[in-house]
Nanobody
């Protein structure tokens, strides 16, 4: 298996935008569902967005209409476009990959994912 490496985090003012990327080495994880989660200090890791192999996407209510997840199958990279960022979006953002073809899953919970990146910090100032 390859590695999942997040990039694109940083400090931004409220209302600004950031684009996170999650690169996989070679063709590793090309047949996996992919998701983004985030974890703020003192809180559990929470679901943000996911994309299936079919391209079907799903978002947490807190980010719907502001965030967009996409997948570039040519280079096996997943992105999270974050617009109109707010201070409550401040967290470490994690890229994850879930094995497919072994059953029916929704890919909306932490327990459904098999591999994780090390995270990238997103800080939004008011």
């Amino acid at each position: 298996q390859g590695q999942l490496v997040e990039a694109g985090g940083g400090l931004v003012q409220a209302g600004g935008s950031l684009r996170l990327s999650c690169a996989a080495s070679g063709r590793a994880f090309s047949d996996y569902a992919r998701g983004w989660f985030r974890q703020a200090p003192g809180k559990e890791r929470e679901f943000v967005a996911r994309i299936r192999l079919s391209g079907s996407t799903y978002y947490a209510d807190s980010v719907k209409s502001r965030f967009t997840i996409s997948r570039d199958n040519a280079n096996n990279t997943v992105y999270l476009q974050m617009d109109n960022l707010q201070p409550e979006d401040t967290a470490v953002y994690f890229c994850a990959a879930a094995r497919t073809g072994i059953g029916v899953r929704s890919y909306l919970s932490v327990d459904e994912y098999d591999y994780w990146g090390q995270g990238t910090q997103v800080t939004v100032s008011s």
